[in-house]
């Protein structure tokens, strides 16, 4: 049928006249049939048209504009607040800057980064302040090291200082609280006369959160820090807290005591070599024999934390019996929030090894290779298991443990695999692998320790970062809490340097760090031929054969003369 289009619109105009009688014949069949919703419907109608009219009424009438006007200035007053409240002052050897922050409860909080923080209820309020030690002066803070009576000359020149800071800091705070709440009102209203009633507001505002601080000033909260961070175990930071006393003249010298000692903290990085890792440095936290010690764990937590880690490595002790009932304490690593990587230790079973490999962030490898973060990590746990110096185990010496690494070694050579990082809990398992890999990581000494073998790979002794459990009581000083950050060049997968960690052991509070840095991270790397037999061992029983034919019970004193579960360990032999 050929196409009409005035037919079409003929049509369309028919439809047009016929729809509003449809809609009027069906609202009348629906009036009829429900006779009360018509009128339910008008009334909605009225009551929507008054509620409209009354919130016009409400929306200009006198009082709605003077608490809009006063809210306008408040919030202005209180983002210029925030907004002006920082600068930088000099206090004693070092540069702080000071911050006003939004806040439920005030306070102030000392940023020491990385170490940590120290919190203080100095006062309530809307708002906190935050100081950040940014830098320090070697020069003046290498007098305060090395002369105790220049702390006390400084005591008066600090508080001098402080205060000049704190003024500076609240009176461009006031200013620019002022200046946003009546800008902000002019803007808004655009009137002279409204912006001037916000800025009034604004003034009240500042005036109602110093009056706050002001009568909440707590200057007991220099006794009651709160510590985050490494800090936590170390608050001898602000020195003496017993010796507080209500006055703020001892106020006043406990903050310079504060900084004073902050600066023996600062004075060994200050003079740290220039290495600065760039944002895409691998940077790997390097942990060790943590015995069962949950301490360790918050060390860990803010060292990875606040040197941004890549991943964490473990070289094996996260136990010391290697029971059922300890496999709780690897819970904790899915807490990290980061990869770990884990090789079993001579004190860790083949239970401890399960219990962390149920951990989501955990990476378990017992003779295998991964590539972790970037870098490729070849790792064994150990072959011994000596949970309580009774196992046949604990007979085996250094050449024989050195003797598995060297089948392992062998075995790896063959494969062609050449890992960027190589992981054994004992350093004479490791030591064959030199020439197979640039970096070798162990622990199980508790003492930290470095050394270039003469194939250019580095073996890296960490120490204990639970400060070896218990047994870090069985010497005269407690084994110090130990670990370290190391940086690894993304590109070239090689250590550029590396930072150690230290802190006091069980009872003492201490803190260090020192950086040091890898004199030639390029060089090449030269293989050493394998073994061709297991080497001869005077301190083991079993001196010819490799770990997989060691019996399977311990021999007796009369078998092993040289070696009895009451001899002395080896100098390779784990301390403790």
Same mark, same amino acid.
């Given at each position: 049928m050929p196409f009409r289009p005035t037919a079409l619109a003929a049509r369309i105009t028919?439809? /047009?006249?016929?729809?509003?009688?449809?809609?009027?014949? =069906?609202?009348?069949?629906?009036?009829?049939r429900?006779?009360?919703a018509a009128s339910a419907a008008r009334k909605t109608r009225a009551g929507a048209a008054r509620a409209r009219a009354a919130?016009?009424?409400?929306?200009?009438?006198?009082?709605?504009?003077?608490?809009? @006007?006063?809210?306008? +200035?408040?919030?202005?007053?209180?983002?210029?607040?925030?907004?002006?409240?920082?600068?930088?002052?000099?206090?004693?050897?070092?540069?702080?800057q000071l911050v006003l922050h939004p806040s439920l409860h005030g306070g102030t909080t000392l940023e020491l980064p990385p170490l940590g923080a120290v919190h203080l209820d100095t006062h309530a309020g809307p708002v906190s302040v935050e100081a950040h030690l940014t830098d320090v002066r070697p020069d003046q803070a290498q007098k305060l090291i090395e002369d105790d009576s220049q702390l006390a000359r400084v005591t008066d020149q600090i508080a001098d200082q402080i205060r000049h800071g704190v003024t500076v800091l609240l009176i461009r705070?006031?200013?620019?609280?002022? !200046?946003?709440?009546?800008?902000?009102?002019?803007?808004?209203?655009?009137?002279?006369?409204?912006?001037?009633?916000?800025?009034?507001?604004?003034a009240a505002g500042v005036v109602a959160v110093a009056l706050v601080a002001w009568t909440t000033f707590n200057p007991d909260s220099i006794?009651?820090?709160?510590? @985050?961070?490494?800090?936590? $175990?170390?608050?001898?930071?602000?020195?003496?807290? *017993?010796? !507080?006393?209500?006055?703020?003249?001892?106020?006043?010298?406990?903050?310079? =005591?504060?900084?004073?000692?902050?600066?023996?903290?600062?004075?060994?990085?200050?003079?740290?070599?220039?290495?600065?890792?760039?944002p895409s440095t691998i940077r790997v936290v390097h942990v060790s024999d943590i015995h069962l010690n949950p301490t360790a764990w918050n060390v860990i937590k803010s060292v990875s934390t606040q040197f941004h880690a890549t991943f964490i490595i473990d070289t094996g002790d996260l136990m010391d019996h290697g029971s059922k009932p300890e496999d709780k304490f690897a819970d904790s690593i899915s807490d990290l929030k980061v990869p770990y990587?884990?090789?079993? +230790?001579?004190?860790?079973?083949?239970?401890?090894?399960?219990?962390?490999?149920?951990?989501? $962030?955990?990476?378990?490898?017992?003779?295998?290779?991964?590539e972790v973060g970037g870098l490729r990590i070849y790792g064994v746990g150990d072959p011994r298991f000596t949970p309580d110096k009774s196992t046949r185990d604990d007979f085996v010496g250094a050449d024989q443990?050195?003797? *598995?690494?060297?089948?392992?070694?062998?075995?790896? =050579?063959?494969?062609?695999?050449?890992?960027?990082?190589?992981?054994?809990?004992?350093? /004479? *398992?490791?030591?064959?692998?030199?020439?197979? @890999?640039?970096?070798?990581?162990?622990?199980?000494?508790?003492?930290? *320790?470095?050394?270039?073998?003469? @194939? +250019?790979?580095?073996?890296?002794?960490?120490?204990?970062t639970g400060g070896a459990g218990l047994r870090g009581l069985e010497h005269e000083q407690p084994t110090p809490i130990e670990l370290s950050v190391l940086y690894f060049n993304r590109a070239s997968h090689r250590l550029q340097g590396w930072d150690d960690l230290q802190l006091g052991g069980l009872g003492l509070t201490s803190a260090k760090i020192e950086r040091h840095l890898e004199p030639d991270p390029d060089r090449a790397i030269s293989p050493q031929p394998p073994a061709t037999a297991p080497p001869a061992s005077p301190t083991s029983p079993f001196p010819s054969r490799f770990p997989s034919d060691w019996p399977s019970r311990s021999p007796s004193p009369t078998t092993s003369p040289t070696m009895s579960p009451t001899s002395s360990p080896s100098p390779t032999r784990e301390r403790g």
């Open positions: 028919d439809l /047009a006249a016929r729809l509003p009688r449809a809609v009027s014949a =069906r609202k009348a069949a629906l009036a009829a429900f006779p009360g919130g016009v009424r409400a929306a200009r009438s006198r009082w709605t504009r003077v608490a809009l @006007t006063i809210a306008i +200035g408040l919030a202005g007053g209180y983002v210029g607040l925030l907004v002006g409240g920082r600068t930088v002052t000099p206090v004693g050897p070092a540069n702080v705070a006031v200013v620019l609280a002022l !200046v946003f709440g009546f800008l902000a009102a002019l803007l808004l209203f655009r009137s002279w006369r409204r912006a001037v009633a916000a800025l009034g507001a604004s006794a009651e820090p709160r510590y @985050t961070g490494l800090l936590a $175990n170390a608050p001898q930071v602000v020195g003496d807290a *017993e010796t !507080v006393f209500t006055r703020f003249s001892t106020y006043r010298a406990n903050l310079a =005591r504060l900084v004073g000692n902050a600066s023996k903290l600062y004075a060994a990085t200050s003079t740290l070599p220039t290495y600065e890792p760039d990587v884990y090789i079993r +230790g001579n004190h860790d079973s083949k239970s401890t090894q399960r219990a962390v490999a149920r951990q989501k $962030n955990a990476i378990v490898l017992d003779d295998q290779t991964r443990v050195r003797a *598995e690494g060297q089948v392992l070694a062998d075995r790896l =050579r063959r494969s062609g695999t050449r890992p960027d990082v190589v992981l054994t809990h004992d350093p /004479a *398992e490791g030591q064959p692998f030199s020439g197979l @890999t640039p970096l070798i990581l162990s622990g199980h000494l508790h003492a930290r *320790e470095t050394k270039l073998l003469p @194939t +250019g790979t580095r073996l890296f002794v960490q120490g204990s």
